[in-house]
Nanobody, 119 residues
Framework: QVQLVESGGGLVQPGHSLRLSCAASGSIFSINVMGWYRQGPGKERELVATITSDGNTNYADSVKGRFTISGDNGKNTVYLQMNSLKPEDTSVYYC?????????????WGQGTQVTVSP
């Protein structure tokens, strides 16, 4: 079984920074894609950023230039550095990893971590 555990959320003022982490553990052969999604109050879950195993990144237009995704394959961990935070970034943030185990390849989700940006 595979588990994803997130950390790093919290309450910050506009313009400040936060760093989210998500570590995977369990029966992992390889991780093909790591990503972050978010879901604000009354909204659909949306893509924030992804990174592939060979380092290719993709960002939502709303976070380009402010957020940076990075991965540590040796630690099975993905990070999201969030700078210049805005109130509209307030959401529950979920990590997602496409993980190959011995018999399967499938996506896994973290439990979510709340990020609140408010004066």
């Amino acid at each position: 079984q595979v588990q994803l555990v997130e950390s790093g959320g919290g309450l910050v003022q506009p313009g400040h920074s936060l760093r989210l982490s998500c570590a995977a553990s369990g029966s992992i052969f390889s991780i093909n894609v790591m990503g972050w999604y978010r879901q604000g109050p009354g909204k659909e879950r949306e893509l924030v950023a992804t990174i592939t195993s060979d380092g290719n990144t993709n960002y939502a237009d709303s976070v380009k230039g402010r957020f940076t995704i990075s991965g540590d394959n040796g630690k099975n961990t993905v990070y999201l550095q969030m700078n210049s935070l805005k109130p509209e970034d307030t959401s529950v943030y979920y990590c997602n990893m496409l993980i190959r185990s011995r018999l399967t390849i499938r996506p896994y989700w973290g439990q979510g971590t709340q990020v609140t940006v408010s004066p």
